[in-house]
Structures are given as C-alpha cells and as structure tokens.
C-alpha cells in the first residue's frame, strides 16, 4: 500500500469535489470512484465528468489527478423506493430523506471502493460523509465510518484507513474550506458545474449553483451559502 496515494469517493456534487481538491493537494496520487444506480444520478454522472477535466488544470495539484472508475450498482434499486410499503412511506417521507434514499448506501459505497483501492495499492479512502449537518444519516456519522474502516482493514488484511474531511465541518465551514484549498476558482467550479439537487434541476441557477431550490439537498447548500456570505463580512 502507497501512503501517498488515496481513492476518492467522488459523485459530482459540492461535498465530494471539495473532498477531491483536499487529496489532490495531500497525495501524490489521487483516484476517483462514483456509482451509478437510479435515474436522478444520471445528471451527477455527467457533471463529475465536467468537475473532474476541470479540477485537473484549477491548479498545480491538479496534475495529480490519476483514473476515474464507475461502477453500476444497479441493484441498490431494489432496496430503494419501490422497496417501500405504503405505511413505511408515510414513517420515510417524515424523516425529509427521499424516497430513494438506500439505508446504509455509505456502507455500500466504502466497502466497493475498499475492494477497488486493495487492488490498485491504495490505502486511504476519502469520503464527504459529515455528521453536522447530516444527522437523518447515520451512515454518515464519524463512529459509523470508523467501525467500517476498522472492519474493512480487518477483511482486507491491510490497513484501510477512511478520511473524511467534512465529518465535523458545516456547510458555511465547506464553503470557506472549498476557498482557502482553492480560492475563486473553486468556488466558481463548485458553483457552475458541481451537481447536489436530489431531483436532478439543472434549469434554476441561484448563487450557490443549480437546483430546483426545494428540496433537503438544496434547502442546505442554499443555507450554508447564506451563512458562509454572513460569516464573511
Ligand atoms: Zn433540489
């Protein structure tokens, strides 16, 4: 395993692009790995791309940027919407997580790219999971995550480690970090071509980016753009 090199669980959206600017400017080498599973995610797919070529030239570190992997996980449709009964929609719908929302996808998401970063050398892993403001998420959280990579480096016979570097940050505090790793520039990226609406709106521009400005997802990028404005003056 190269300690200088990391795999990073890049979707497209605003957590996972800060993430990728964080390890390219902390490992030499640097890999991504998205998911695909549902039809929301097809307009994530397409802007990782576009994140993706333009993180590689934002900056020096950028040259660091190694290969891209996605994997289709098709199957994790079985236990999403259409898995739901009539009374736990009801109990699902009350929790503000949509509908497609998998129950432990995160877990899903690590243990597929462990098994990538095992064969590629890889020892670290990198993830946008973050506790602060994602409490309806308890694959999110820093003791879930942990225990994972604990488990993961016990069944890999390797040591795993896990970074997450949004775990105890808000959204105003990504914001500022997205700055300081990478000034205007990487703000205008994550504005312009970062994807996070869950219903897929890339028709509405606001300042904080696209979306449909309604949903949990954009009711918090829209909230912490307006604190970090606040924090700023
Ligand atoms: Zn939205």
Redesign the pocket.
């Known amino acids: 395993m190269t300690s200088s090199s990391a795999l990073v669980l890049f979707s497209g959206g605003q957590d996972s692009t800060v993430c990728l600017a964080w390890a390219l400017e902390r490992y030499e080498a640097v890999e991504t790995i998205g998911f695909t599973y549902g039809q929301r995610h097809i307009v994530e797919i397409e802007q990782r791309a576009v994140v993706r070529s333009k993180l590689a030239t934002l900056n020096e570190a950028g040259r660091r940027l190694g290969p891209d992997t996605v994997l289709d996980l098709a199957a994790l449709k079985s236990v999403s919407d259409t898995a739901l009964t009539r009374e736990t929609e009801i109990t699902f719908a009350a929790t503000g997580l949509p509908t497609t929302f998998v129950p432990a996808r995160n877990l899903l998401f690590l243990t597929y790219a462990a098994a990538l970063a095992y064969r590629r050398g890889i020892g670290t892993l990198v993830g946008g999971m973050c506790e602060t403001d994602f409490s309806g998420y308890p694959d999110c959280r820093n003791d879930t995550v942990q225990a994972l990579a604990h488990a993961l480096s016990l069944g890999l016979d390797k040591p795993m480690s896990v970074e997450t570097p949004l775990m105890f940050i808000d959204k105003a505090a990504t914001w500022e970090l997205a700055s300081s790793l990478g000034g205007q520039k990487l703000i205008d990226l994550i504005i312009e071509d970062t994807h996070t609406?869950?219903?897929g709106?890339r028709s509405h521009r606001h300042p904080w980016g696209y979306?449909?400005?309604?949903?949990p997802?954009?009711e918090l990028r829209a909230k912490g753009w307006t604190a970090w404005q606040a924090r700023k003056i």
Do not use: N
């Open positions: 609406c869950y219903l709106d979306g449909c400005g309604q949903c997802a954009c």
